[in-house]
């Protein structure tokens, strides 16, 4: 199937001005492999209809979804489940047992990008922990990225984002709907503090966590940095506390001070430090 | 193997979507409107979840979905809305009506994939 240059340019310009993704000339492949889907849930056919359907419409879902099937954002709500399900079910009940006497609990998301990991983990907690009302939970997530983190307080999704991972009893719960798409309730929202934060600089500033999710972000690293980024978030660590890597991510031939957590099946260590107390 | 009705008017959906589910080893029914759906689950009673549109000829979404739901001697299969009926008050009223999952049209394969998971037919 071949796309008319007129369809071409006009795709392309409406991702560029959407994204700042510059397509360039000859991806017409990726177009039709990524919208012509889209098309088809639709009913529509082909690129052709898909350009007729935006030019006569101007449907403002539709023109979000194209942009986001073309520029592959992998930041999701509940990414991969597993880790979130093993909080739920494993990490955080003795970890709030633990706590009955400070009530408090601080988490990182450290490489919050666009928050959808904190609101995630925020959502779990309100979902599955009742008993966590008139606790101290302070959530941080910080980014290197301004841009994402302009995102992440504004706390707006769009359509096609809040059908990744999110269940439907969720979105009608923690979010409401506005005319750029779907955003996170105020009381969610401002329950998260977003800062700017560059992994290769201090963490000191930050204090103690009880848990960090650093998920997806170390693979951009070299392993002189890794090894130092742990280390120094090691140190941001209590002796209880839980670090959360990606699913293919791990600490082994990069540091000693954490080890595997046995009885989860996603990439949760524990401080080394915490047996040498015992 | 897991069975999955799909009810839209649009043959052209009904193909699309079957396209994006099939590698995923499920059996397909496929139905064009609320009142054909409700015969394919006498017929079917293995029917483990339906995707069904909202606005369709006959018998639309939401009256099959009350009439399923209200009638206890039917099998109850997860009932995911697949809808260009995206507000807030259309979303509440399926849930009300007793949908387990939403799909605001356009999805993707992706969406349709872990909406199907959710639903736990995956």
């Given at each position: ?113 666009t928050g959808q990991e904190a609101y995630s983990l925020l959502m779990t907690l309100r979902e599955s922990f009742p008993q966590l009302a008139g606790w101290r939970i302070e ?140 | ?122």
């Amino acid at each position: 199937m071949s796309i008319d240059p007129n369809d071409y340019e006009f795709l392309s310009s409406l991702v560029a001005k959407r994204s700042g993704l510059a397509l360039g000339a000859g991806k017409e492949y990726l177009l039709e492999a990524r919208l012509l889907p889209i098309a088809n849930s639709l009913g529509l056919t082909s690129l052709a209809e898909l350009v007729r359907r935006l030019r006569t419409s101007r449907d403002e879902s539709l023109a979000a979804t194209i942009t986001e099937a073309m520029t592959t954002n992998e930041t999701l709500f509940f990414r991969d489940r597993t880790p979130f399900d093993e909080l739920r079910d494993q990490l955080l009940p003795d970890m709030i047992a633990a706590r009955q006497t400070t009530r408090r609990l601080r988490i990182w998301s450290a490489a919050a990008s666009t928050g959808q990991e904190a609101y995630s983990l925020l959502m779990t907690l309100r979902e599955s922990f009742p008993q966590l009302a008139g606790w101290r939970i302070e959530m941080i997530g910080t980014d290197i990225s301004q841009q994402a983190l302009a995102k992440a307080k504004n706390g707006i999704y769009s359509q096609f984002e809040v059908q990744r991972g999110l269940p439907i009893q969720l979105l009608v719960k923690y979010f409401r709907q506005v005319p750029q798409g779907w955003q996170i309730t105020d009381d969610l929202r401002s329950s998260v503090t977003f800062r700017t934060l560059n992994l290769l600089e201090s963490f000191t500033s930050l204090g103690e966590f009880d848990l960090i999710f650093c998920r997806n972000v170390l693979i951009y690293f070299e392993q002189i940095n890794k090894t130092a980024i742990l280390d120094r978030m090691e140190k941001q660590l209590r002796s209880d506390g839980y670090l959360v890597l990606g699913a293919a991510e791990t600490v082994l031939g990069v540091t000693n001070r954490f080890q595997r957590v046995r009885t989860c099946k996603s990439a949760v260590y524990s401080p080394t430090k915490s047996l040498q107390t015992v | 193997m897991k069975t999955l009705l799909l009810v839209d008017d649009s043959r052209a959906v009904r193909l699309a979507t079957k396209r994006m589910v099939a590698p995923l080893g499920i059996a397909i029914l496929e139905a064009e409107d609320g009142s054909q759906a409700w015969d394919r689950i006498q017929e079917h009673p293995e029917v483990d979840a339906i995707l069904l549109d909202w606005n369709m000829p006959v018998m639309d979404g939401i009256t099959f979905l009350r009439k399923l739901r209200e009638d206890k001697t039917q099998p109850q299969p997860a009932v995911i809305m697949c809808t260009t009926e995206n507000d807030l008050p259309r979303i509440l009223e399926a849930m009300q009506a007793g949908a387990n999952e939403y799909i605001m049209k356009p999805f993707t394969e992706e969406i349709v994939r872990e909406k199907l998971a959710g639903a736990g037919i995956l």
